[in-house]
Structure formats: C-alpha cells, structure tokens
C-alpha cells in the first residue's frame, strides 16, 4: 500500500508516496521543520481516512494540536473520530529521577507502540524525535542499538514508520540509522539574503532513484509547499519576464526584483538573440531599459540589431524607453578598448556606478542590461573589476532593480568566474556540444535550477526557442 | 501496609530473570516491601500508566526509577533506606 503525504510534490520525490513496510527518516537541523512536515504528513494521511498513531517526545499532545491548529489542521476532530492518536514517549516521565545502566532494551515502547497500532489499526506510524529521544540516555549507543529492533518491529507491521532526526552542523557521516532505514528526506536551512531559505531533497531512496537535488521548501500560514526544481508552480512570484516564455517558466515564474543574473556563453556562442529578446519584451512591457554598452555592446549596434530581426523599437527610443550608458559610443577594435579602459581609473568606475544610480532615480527603468563583460575582465585589475561587480551588485539590490549581465566564462580566469558567480543570484549558461546550443540554470534564489535544453535561435521575435 | 517495588520486564529482556531473582531474593523476606513483576507485553496498560519505554525499568516507592540491569549490591543498598524509613 502506499500512503499520500498529502504533498504533492514530495510524493512525487518519494516515487509516489511512503510504502508500508518501510520506514523514512525526516532529517534537518533544529527549526528546519520536522514536526510541521511531519505532522502534515500525517494530515495527508487522515484526510483518506488512514489512521496515525504520533508518538512525541518533547512535545506535549495538547501543544500539538496547538501546533495543528495554527495550520488550521483542526486534529482534534480526528482524535475524536479515532483515527488519530497523540503518545508522548519519555525515558524520565515529570518528577521522576532515574539511575541508568547499560544493560536494558526498548521493549517497553515496542510493546506500547504496537498495542497503540493494534488499537487504532494505525498504518502510519510518526516518531518525533528520535534525537530528543535518544538525548535522554546516558548510555545513548546502547539506546541507539536497541532502536533497530523497535524500526523491525514497527515496519514488519505492514505499516509506515516515519521518524525524524536532528542533524548536526558538521554532521560528515550518516547515521546509523540512516543505512537502516529505506528513505531520508532531508530538509536543509541557509541564509540568503537576509532570509532563510528551507530546501529538500530525498538524498536515499531504497524504491526507486533518490533525487539528490533540491528542491525549495517553504512553511507559511497556509502550510506547507515544494517547488520543484524543474518548474515550480507559476503563481508564486510576481515577477520580472525574461521574455522567453519557456525560461520564465523553468525559473519559477521569472526573475525576482533586485536580483544580479548573469548569462555565460562560450565564446562560439551568440548572446545577441537573448540580449535582444531581454531587451525587447521588458520595453514592451512598458519597464524600460538601462543598456550599459561595452565594447561589443553600444547603442548603435544595439538600434541595427534590432532593425536586422525586423524589430522596430524608434518609438521606445523616441520616448526615452531606454537609456544608454555608453562607454565608448561606437565600433571600437579590442585594441582601441583596451587603450581607453586602461586609462579608467578606480575613480572612473565609481563615475560609471553614479551614472547608473542617477538614471535609476531619473527614470522608473530598473532593469538594466550590462554588455559584455569579457573585455572588462581583461582590461581592469581582477581586484579592480570585482569591486565593481559587487558596487554594481549592491546598487542593483538597493534599487530592487534587476541587472543581466553577459560573460564569455571561456576568457576568464577560474577564480574570476567562481567570484562573479557567488555574487550573482540567477546563473544561466549557454553551452554548445556537437553544434548544439544548449541552455541551464547552474544557480536560482528560487531554487528553480535545470538541466541543459536545447536551444533554436531564429531570425525573427522570439528569437530564442527552448525546446524539450 | 508494605511499601510497592514494580519491576517491569519483557520477553526479550535478557537480563530480567536474573534481576527478578535478585528482587525476589530480597524483598522474599521482608514484610516492608512488597514485589509486582509486569510483562509489558502482557500488561500494556501498566506500561502506559507508568509511561514505560527501557526495559527493565524498576521503579521505587520514592518514584525513583531504575533503568537497565544492576547487581545485587546496588539493589540491597537502595533497598535499605526504605526498611531504615519503615523501622
Ligand atoms: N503557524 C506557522 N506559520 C508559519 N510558519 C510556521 C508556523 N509554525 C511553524 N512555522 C515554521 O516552522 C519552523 C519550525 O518547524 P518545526 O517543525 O517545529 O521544526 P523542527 O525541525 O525543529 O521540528 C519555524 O522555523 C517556523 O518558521
Ligand atoms: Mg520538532
């Protein structure tokens, strides 16, 4: 039998949901979100009836279903109709004190367990936590041992047993129980900008393939949901369009404000359709545009790009739709480039970075397109251009603007590349094999990352086709 | 009125027997403390009324608790202060 965790998207990554007979462990760190997963997973269950038996070791049931409640998951109306039962299991009950010795097993609430199961026809089993559980014995590997046969016991039941276990910081090795049991869903927590991020990930599945990437995993008033990766349901964000419908897509929705993307290629190549495309859809879309121009990249080329695809966009130019800040406002050879970017000085830069935040204020445009990087890299120090990455970066982040910026990742050092792509939220990545361009997501805040796809550039809007 | 020692064990507790003989050994005597043995698997209301998870848990009439196997030396020492309160 398998039993729904009422979620569907982690059904999915369980291979369809929890097989009786198994047993999963639910890891995470202090906060991660153990017990509310856990307890909607037990939800999905009474929701079709399926009786579950909650055994608590911290937790007091009536804080439980407080718990519950703030869910709306309203526990107690299964409590009443019997298919839902609370057990608080402790080593040391309230006023009692304890001599412990390391010669005893855990039949007591094998015994217990099992009586409960029988009683309630309970085919769902949660165990909340076996960390808080096992924190309780000084002989703790004793306990640790003896829990193998409660996970037997329970399993061999034709039921699920679900258990969830704290993991440590530098935690480097699995557990033990973690070889033991027939799935892990682990729930991890990082900080990103200034908030916390959960993702999930299913790193064992002893069924089918484990999915060992993550996906992003979020607790708010109305519950508890999964995005998935490889296309996240699109009304979660209000955000930007890229403008090619199908990345929009694959990235959740869009682009979030305030956020750095950047787009390598390699150096075969051409970034033009997607820049153009970028371009075209947010004026469209009325948001106007900063076009910070480069070497490969000045308005010029940019209006004649545009006419080339049939693309007329006067009257965005006319409107003063788009604003040019360009560097050198013509056709220059790499050798004139690099003549005139080595007379920039720090001090040049900062002007550069001022120009940019005084059209922000001017204008309502925030988004801004930065050519070619790949010449500014080579040209300025690597210190030099990093600090202006990251000023540009920060403006971009205060301004809740978003910024693309385009890189050759074949013409610049290692090190450059790992620093641009730390500092940038979104990473999208051109790459060609066998005369096929393809395209991937490396990095997303939203988690939204995928695999390469196939690209066709065509001559007319849209010039970028991803196919399947 | 005798004081109640409740020692709880199980089938697959390999040190029981020889904890219920040592218990039996010296409370057999005395008319101060009296002995309820409980298979969990057989009495599991007992085990849930005395929230009981290791096996063998014995528990003294101070609510002490003991958990897991102790010698015979342990057990008359613990034993003691309670005949000392009852004489
Ligand atoms: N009613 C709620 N609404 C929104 N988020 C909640 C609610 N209750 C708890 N959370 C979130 O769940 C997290 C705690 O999850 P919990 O399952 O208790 O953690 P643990 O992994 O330690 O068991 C908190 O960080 C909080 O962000
Ligand atoms: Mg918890």
Redesign the pocket.
Same mark, same amino acid.
């Given at each position: 039998m398998i039993i729904s965790t009422g979620i569907e998207e982690l059904d999915n990554m369980i291979d369809g949901g929890l097989r009786t007979g198994s047993c999963y462990a639910i890891k /995470?760190s202090? /906060? *991660? /979100?153990? !017990?509310?997963?856990s307890l909607f997973m037990a939800l999905g269950a009474l929701k079709k009836d399926i009786p579950v038996l909650f055994i608590s070791t911290e937790v007091d049931p009536e804080k439980l279903i407080m718990y519950g409640d *703030?869910?709306d998951m309203n526990l107690k109306s299964y409590i009443d109709k019997g298919l839902l039962s609370f057990e608080k299991m402790s080593l040391k009950p309230k006023s009692t004190s304890l001599v412990q010795t390391d010669k005893f097993d855990l039949s007591g609430i094998i015994a217990r367990t099992q009586s409960k199961m029988k009683s309630l026809n309970a085919k769902l089993v949660i165990f909340d *936590?076996i960390s808080a559980f096992f924190a309780e014995f000084v002989y703790e590997k004793t306990a640790r041992s003896s829990f193998m046969d409660f996970i037997r016991e329970i399993t061999d039941k034709k039921a699920v047993l679900v258990l !969830?276990s704290e993991s440590q910081v530098n935690e480097e090795y699995s557990t033990l129980e973690e070889y033991l049991v027939d799935g892990v869903i682990k729930i991890r927590t990082e900080l990103k900008n200034n908030q916390m991020i959960k993702r999930i990930s299913v790193p064992k599945l002893r069924s089918a393939k484990p999915i060992k990437f993550e996906n992003r995993f979020i607790?708010?008033?109305d519950g508890v949901s999964i995005l998935r990766s490889e296309q996240p349901p699109l009304s979660i964000i209000d955000a930007e369009k890229i403008g090619v419908e199908k990345l929009d897509k694959m990235l959740g929705g869009g682009i979030p404000a305030g956020s750095v993307v950047l787009i390598e290629t390699d150096g075969e190549t051409n970034y033009f359709p997607l820049f153009l495309q970028i371009m075209c859809c947010n004026l469209e879309r009325g948001t106007g545009v900063i076009i910070h121009s480069n070497v490969h990249m000045y308005s010029a080329r940019i209006v004649e790009e545009f006419k080339r695809v049939e693309c007329d966009i006067t009257p965005h130019l006319n409107e003063g739709n788009v604003v040019f800040i360009d560097k050198y406002n013509r056709s220059v050879t790499a050798v004139e480039a690099r003549e005139m970017s080595q007379l920039m000085t720090t001090d040049d830069m900062i002007s550069v970075t001022v120009e940019l935040m005084q059209a922000f204020q001017k204008s309502e445009q925030k988004v801004i397109l930065f050519g070619d990087l790949t010449d500014d890299t080579n040209i300025l120090t690597e210190p030099n251009f990093l600090r202006y990455f990251a000023l540009q970066s920060f403006n971009i982040k205060e301004q809740s603007a978003i910024a693309y910026s385009f890189i050759n990742f074949n013409a610049i050092s290692r090190e450059m590349l790992a620093r641009l792509r730390n500092t940038a939220d979104i990473i999208i990545r051109f790459s060609r094999s066998d005369y096929t361009t393809y395209i991937e997501c490396l990095k997303s805040s939203l988690g939204a990352t995928f695999l390469p796809k196939v690209v066709k550039f065509r001559d007319k809007m849209p010039l970028i086709e991803i196919l399947d | 009125m005798s004081l109640q020692i409740i020692f709880f064990t199980s089938p697959t507790c390999s040190w029981c027997p020889y904890l219920e003989g040592v218990l039996r050994n010296i409370i057999g005597n005395t008319k101060e403390l009296s002995l309820e043995v409980i298979d969990v698997t057989e009495n599991v209301e007992k085990a849930e009324e005395y929230h009981i998870v290791a096996i063998p848990t014995i528990i003294l009439p101070n609510n002490q608790r003991i958990i897991g196997s102790v010698d015979e030396a342990f057990l008359r020492k613990q034993m003691d202060q309670f005949l000392i309160m009852m004489s």
């Amino acid at each position: 039998m398998i039993i729904s965790t009422g979620i569907e998207e982690l059904d999915n990554m369980i291979d369809g949901g929890l097989r009786t007979g198994s047993c999963y462990a639910i890891k /995470g760190s202090a /906060g *991660s /979100g153990k !017990t509310v997963l856990s307890l909607f997973m037990a939800l999905g269950a009474l929701k079709k009836d399926i009786p579950v038996l909650f055994i608590s070791t911290e937790v007091d049931p009536e804080k439980l279903i407080m718990y519950g409640d *703030s869910f709306d998951m309203n526990l107690k109306s299964y409590i009443d109709k019997g298919l839902l039962s609370f057990e608080k299991m402790s080593l040391k009950p309230k006023s009692t004190s304890l001599v412990q010795t390391d010669k005893f097993d855990l039949s007591g609430i094998i015994a217990r367990t099992q009586s409960k199961m029988k009683s309630l026809n309970a085919k769902l089993v949660i165990f909340d *936590s076996i960390s808080a559980f096992f924190a309780e014995f000084v002989y703790e590997k004793t306990a640790r041992s003896s829990f193998m046969d409660f996970i037997r016991e329970i399993t061999d039941k034709k039921a699920v047993l679900v258990l !969830t276990s704290e993991s440590q910081v530098n935690e480097e090795y699995s557990t033990l129980e973690e070889y033991l049991v027939d799935g892990v869903i682990k729930i991890r927590t990082e900080l990103k900008n200034n908030q916390m991020i959960k993702r999930i990930s299913v790193p064992k599945l002893r069924s089918a393939k484990p999915i060992k990437f993550e996906n992003r995993f979020i607790i708010d008033r109305d519950g508890v949901s999964i995005l998935r990766s490889e296309q996240p349901p699109l009304s979660i964000i209000d955000a930007e369009k890229i403008g090619v419908e199908k990345l929009d897509k694959m990235l959740g929705g869009g682009i979030p404000a305030g956020s750095v993307v950047l787009i390598e290629t390699d150096g075969e190549t051409n970034y033009f359709p997607l820049f153009l495309q970028i371009m075209c859809c947010n004026l469209e879309r009325g948001t106007g545009v900063i076009i910070h121009s480069n070497v490969h990249m000045y308005s010029a080329r940019i209006v004649e790009e545009f006419k080339r695809v049939e693309c007329d966009i006067t009257p965005h130019l006319n409107e003063g739709n788009v604003v040019f800040i360009d560097k050198y406002n013509r056709s220059v050879t790499a050798v004139e480039a690099r003549e005139m970017s080595q007379l920039m000085t720090t001090d040049d830069m900062i002007s550069v970075t001022v120009e940019l935040m005084q059209a922000f204020q001017k204008s309502e445009q925030k988004v801004i397109l930065f050519g070619d990087l790949t010449d500014d890299t080579n040209i300025l120090t690597e210190p030099n251009f990093l600090r202006y990455f990251a000023l540009q970066s920060f403006n971009i982040k205060e301004q809740s603007a978003i910024a693309y910026s385009f890189i050759n990742f074949n013409a610049i050092s290692r090190e450059m590349l790992a620093r641009l792509r730390n500092t940038a939220d979104i990473i999208i990545r051109f790459s060609r094999s066998d005369y096929t361009t393809y395209i991937e997501c490396l990095k997303s805040s939203l988690g939204a990352t995928f695999l390469p796809k196939v690209v066709k550039f065509r001559d007319k809007m849209p010039l970028i086709e991803i196919l399947d | 009125m005798s004081l109640q020692i409740i020692f709880f064990t199980s089938p697959t507790c390999s040190w029981c027997p020889y904890l219920e003989g040592v218990l039996r050994n010296i409370i057999g005597n005395t008319k101060e403390l009296s002995l309820e043995v409980i298979d969990v698997t057989e009495n599991v209301e007992k085990a849930e009324e005395y929230h009981i998870v290791a096996i063998p848990t014995i528990i003294l009439p101070n609510n002490q608790r003991i958990i897991g196997s102790v010698d015979e030396a342990f057990l008359r020492k613990q034993m003691d202060q309670f005949l000392i309160m009852m004489s």
